[in-house]
């Protein structure tokens, strides 16, 4: 186990040095001037260029970069060019958000998913095998911003189920405000004893939850019937049915067992994958989270937040792998972490 750490940080360290690398590059290439945008479209040449100087665009790439990582090391992660505050401040402020929903949405993701795999194994090749298959087929298609338009038009505003927007209900904020401990609302409200908060943010959090599961849903149903298929050919299972066990047991008991372990590399793989799908769901939903903050900083050249939620990102992706692999280790006995 410590070989295996080891080595996966030393792989986790070079990942993350290449990505400071290509977005420090790109940053560069990009024809748009920090300094402007830092100051605006009106500002003398003179202020740009003591701007520039204070920013150490006058120096040479390399001495840029080597300071860019020591700024990094130190945890120094730049200022962001449209709020003027620290990069971690903004992006540490925003987590929870971000965090909320898609931890939501993966724990909807991994018990629908699962659920409608052992379903459709357990129909094969029946009407409710070929529905499945579909819907599994249509999540995994459909685009995210799309599907989060079509659940705000039909169930919200054909329905009038959930809510449209934000976090929680602006009336509620300014009478009845949350008090925030962890920056999760449904736990802050849990915590507070505040029902009303905590309903009203379930219920802004429904559509943009479902939006974001839906490419997970459809991936883990897939893996999950899969893997069932061929553990349910296996002498075991055939052997547990000659004992005369229910087909209830030997489906979600015995069977599933052994196919949690490629679903779960699935998940894992499905959730960094996701933490990138948020800014699409963020931006339809008006979620202030990671997302919504990364699509503003785009539009707005604010390279410090591109880079720094870039390297985040890169971070997490490599994090979730390690946490997969330990788990897939956990659960299957003929993996071994060497």
Not at 315 to 324: C, E, P, S, T
Request: glycine fraction near 10%.
């Amino acid at each position: 186990m410590p070989r295996f750490l080891l080595r996966r940080a030393g792989t986790a360290l070079l990942v993350l040095l290449g990505t400071t690398f290509v977005t420090f590059l790109l940053a560069r290439v990009v024809p748009a001037d920090p300094a402007v945008s830092y100051l605006g479209p009106k500002a003398r040449p003179d202020e740009i260029a003591r701007i520039g100087a204070q920013l150490g665009l006058d120096q040479p790439l390399p001495y840029q970069y080597g300071r860019y990582l020591w700024d990094l090391l130190q945890g120094d992660w730049g200022t962001s060019i449209g709020t003027k505050l620290p990069v971690t401040d903004e992006m540490f402020g925003r987590l929870p958000a971000t965090l909320e929903l898609l931890l939501t949405a993966m724990l909807l993701a991994c018990l629908i998913g699962v659920a409608l795999g052992v379903v459709a194994a357990a129909r094969q090749n029946r009407f409710l095998d070929h529905l499945i298959r579909l819907l599994a087929i249509g999540g995994v298609s459909v685009p995210a911003f799309w599907l989060g338009l079509l659940l705000q038009v039909f169930v919200f505003g054909g329905l009038g189920l959930f809510e449209l927007t934000g976090r929680l209900d602006p009336d509620l904020e300014f009478t009845d405000p949350l008090r925030e401990i962890t920056g999760f609302h449904l736990v802050d409200a849990l915590l507070t004893g505040h029902l009303t908060a905590l309903s009203d943010a379930a219920a802004h959090l429904v559509l943009p939850a479902l939006t974001l599961a839906a490419y997970p849903i459809g991936v883990i149903a897939r893996m999950t019937r899969a893997s069932m298929l061929e553990i349910l050919a296996a002498d075991h299972i055939r052997a547990a049915r000659a004992y005369g066990l229910r087909e209830r047991i030997v489906h979600w008991r015995i069977a599933l067992r052994g196919a949690l372990p490629p679903t779960t590399t699935v998940a894992g793989l499905t959730l960094a994958y996701s933490l990138t799908g948020t800014f699409f769901v963020e931006v339809v939903f008006n979620w202030p989270g990671l997302g919504l903050f990364a699509s503003t900083a785009l539009l707005n050249m604010d390279y410090p937040v591109i880079m720094g939620i870039t390297l985040f990102g890169a971070a997490g992706y490599v994090l979730v792998n390690l946490i997969v692999d330990l788990v897939q280790a956990r659960l299957d006995p003929r993996v071994r972490l060497s």
